[in-house]
């Protein structure tokens, strides 16, 4: 993912927490929120009670790479947050692709697949 697909600043992180609509499984909370542009953003969080910093970046691995699978399938006006709960620190990338696509399904920011 590029730097302008990436959230970085607390501010953009503060108004999407604030203004945007939240959804959640066991492993990950979602955050959306509309914005202007023709391509979405993620901000990834991922807490040190969730592992060490290698957990912690792999985890993270796990969802750039699923986005950028489903770069796609998923709507392309949206800011995305994903914050990963404990048990994602035990998922492989199948899993935890599958655990973020059932999400965004609940959010109804996936496409439909002919």
Do not use: W
């Not at 609509?21 to 990950?28: G, H, L, P």
């Not at 912690?56 to 709507?75: A, C, G, M, P, S």
């Not at 048990?87 to 935890?96: N, R, S, V, W, Y």
């Amino acid at each position: 993912m590029n730097k302008k697909q990436r959230v970085k600043k607390n501010k953009d992180f503060q108004t999407i927490f604030k203004k945007g609509k939240s959804f959640a499984n066991r492993q990950f909370v979602v955050y959306c929120l509309e914005h202007e542009e023709d391509f979405f953003r993620v901000g990834l969080s991922v807490s040190k009670k969730v592992g060490n910093a290698v957990v912690r970046n792999r985890i993270k691995r796990y969802i750039r790479q699923t986005f950028l699978e489903l770069k796609d399938e998923v709507n392309t006006n949206m800011e995305y947050i994903i914050i990963a709960r404990n048990p994602a620190a035990k998922l492989d990338f199948h899993e935890t692709k599958k655990s973020l696509e059932h999400i965004l399904k609940i959010a109804k920011v996936i496409k439909k697949k002919n």
